[in-house]
RNA sequence: CGGGAUGUGGCGCAGUUUGGUAGCGCGUCCGCUUUGGGAGCGGAAGGUCGUCGGUUCAAAUCCGGCCAUCCCGACCA
């Protein structure tokens, strides 16, 4: 078979992009650092939505929406957060054919916003916990864009909280880390996670805490999959989002936000793509088995009855596919098959119709195997169930065989060439981190030796996990 | 933003050293034969050679600016 990517071992980068153009996921944009998201693209971030979605609302979050421009001074009023941002801005300084009084940003994300009408929707006790979410767009000016992983517009969700209680906006925060993110990742994406707390150093501008879920990609560095940030009382301060308590006391609000974006689609190729292609986990794919009519007679016989497995396939909540076109040779739409990860391909040509079979092809080992049609339809559950954990374990190995334990900044950085290093947060300290990020590598997180979510960085016996990132 | 590399039909490339008016593979379109892992034969369409400027009788080719992409670094969710 003609070579169709590079091969992973040859270069990942290459790769990478060969598996985004030849699967058909995205297209660069005219505009430098910005991404189209084609049909097949698209159709994963719906899932991941939809999942997230369920998810986010099961925490007892509702969606709303709020505007793209910001007002240049709402960023000012946090000095973190504009000092984190700041760089990565684009700002408007014209519209409608004049300059504008005050310039607006395009959102890098909605704090102040959203801060602004929490102060306005919160009067009492009463109206906490307030629960917002919103599906956006946001844009941050990179240097170094990569399709999926960096680009200066992406989409996300983003969750903002307002608690009456710092213990409150906590548990809401590590909630929306554990039951909605970390959740998602593992049962849907089957990637394993590290989940752990952001060093000073890697916290979020404006951030009291930032919490993130780490995965290692097939070149063993680090990709960071989500974050949930308790943000204090720095935004309730700047943006006065304050209530009377049932004592009558006028109290700062504690908040929280969240956010979960489009960059999950690279780590998803990433931690899961082999040299043939796209693996896509059955939890989450759009189509999880590709029904494929190899070739027809001349009655179309072949065509009714993938039609007809389809629909006894759609009846039993499988996601399903089907690929009749048969004046394109079998070879490539099986190559194309592959290259877009579907979990599950049924084949069927006149041959398995005669036997009363279908050739069940798993794209996650790769077997086929001639079944009866009239039992297709528990394999494939089957296949499909086994196929998930396959896929998550996999990853997890490959993890683990990448990751080293070491005692040393010298040899954590060693390690990180090529996996993760764990070593004793003692043993790197501020100073250690600088160190480590001298040389291309960082303190992803940090956690407790039981795997744990430490309350604090200062706790002992703590683990931070350095490795090299996207 | 710094260092390196690369920009030539939709995609991948040759041609640039030594200036002479653009070629190959894949894809696309038409026809026939095909179809169980990227089909074969025949025919056809498609390019101001990233862009702007300079040198020259003549520029894909030489010189300069800019833009974009990739790699490495810096910065950063």
Not at 292 to 302: F, I, P, R, T
Request: net charge negative; charged share 25%; with cysteine.
């Amino acid at each position: 078979m003609a070579r169709v990517l590079t091969p992973r071992a040859e270069d990942f980068p290459r790769w990478y992009q060969d598996v985004i153009a030849k699967a058909e996921l995205a297209d660069n944009g005219p505009v430098r650092g910005t991404m189209v998201i084609r049909p097949t693209g698209y159709a994963l971030w719906e899932r991941m939505q939809a999942e997230m979605d369920a998810r986010i609302k099961a925490t007892g979050a509702q969606n709303a929406y709020f505007p793209l421009f910001i007002p240049e001074s709402y960023l000012r009023r946090e000095a973190e957060h504009v000092e984190g941002f700041s760089p990565e801005l684009a700002v408007v300084t014209h519209g409608g054919g004049k300059q504008l009084d005050e310039p607006v940003v395009v959102r890098p994300t909605s704090e102040t916003v959203i801060g602004e009408f929490m102060a306005k929707w919160v009067q009492s006790y009463r109206d906490l916990p307030l629960l917002l979410n919103q599906w956006a767009n946001v844009v941050r000016w990179e240097l170094r864009p990569r399709v999926f992983l960096r680009t200066s517009e992406f989409l996300w969700q983003e969750g903002h909280t307002a608690h009456a209680t710092e213990e409150d906006a906590r548990a809401y925060a590590r909630r929306i880390l554990h039951e909605a993110y970390e959740d998602f990742m593992v049962n849907v994406l089957a990637i394993p996670v590290v989940v752990g707390r952001k060093t000073a150093r890697e916290r979020f501008a404006g951030a009291t805490n930032t919490y993130t879920l780490e995965a290692m990609t097939g070149d063993g560095k680090a990709l960071q999959m989500g974050t949930s940030h308790e943000l204090g009382q720095n935004f309730a301060r700047a943006f006065e989002i304050d209530f009377l308590g049932a004592s009558g006391q006028r109290e700062l609000a504690w908040t929280t936000s969240w956010g979960v974006s489009t960059r999950m689609v690279g780590g998803l190729i990433m931690c899961h793509g082999d040299d043939n292609g796209l693996r896509v986990p059955p939890a989450l794919a759009p189509i999880q088995a590709q029904v494929m009519v190899v070739k027809d007679d001349a009655n179309g016989e072949v065509t009714s009855a993938a039609r007809k497995l389809a629909d006894a396939l759609r009846d039993a909540g499988v996601r399903v596919g089907v690929d009749e076109r048969v004046e394109t040779p079998f070879g490539r739409r099986a190559v194309d098959a592959e290259l877009k990860g579907y979990p599950i391909r049924l084949e069927m040509g006149p041959r398995d119709l005669a036997a009363g079979n279908v050739v069940l092809v798993r794209r996650v080992n790769g077997s086929k195997t001639p079944v009866p049609l009239d039992n297709v339809v528990a394999l494939v559950h089957q296949a499909l169930e086994e196929d998930q954990k396959a896929l998550y374990e996999q990853a997890l190995q490959f993890r683990q065989s990448h990751t080293a334990e070491v005692a040393t900044v010298d040899e954590a950085a060693e390690a990180a060439a090529t996996g993760w290093a764990r070593i004793p947060w003692s043993a790197v300290g501020v100073e250690g981190e600088a160190a480590l990020n001298a040389r291309g590598v960082t303190v992803r997180c940090l956690v407790r030796e039981d795997g744990t979510v430490p309350d604090s960085e200062d706790e002992p016996g703590l683990i931070a996990y350095a490795a090299r990132s996207y």
